[in-house]
């Protein structure tokens, strides 16, 4: 399970938008924040992409049920039924820790 969610991105991206718009700040500190922020985004775009490809993926699955299955390995089902079990709760706190 992942330590962050995307509550928490959208916390830490809020946060650099506090730094960078504190009054009196030091053009330095301005440079230094600048930077930590464009990298933050940097990463975000990438969660961000790897969510819409999850959403994709389940949209997929929605339209177009079981047979598009061996496209999309992840949310394929298990070789058990008590597997299957295990990997739809994982999934579900996955979903939640994000």
Sequence with gaps: MTKNSLNDLNDHLFAALERLGEEGISAE???????????IVDVADQIIEGQKLKITAAKLFAEHGERVLPMLPRIGPPASGAKAAEAIEHDKGEDKAE
């Design 29 to 39: 500190t301005i440079e230094t924040e600048s930077k930590r922020a464009t990298a």
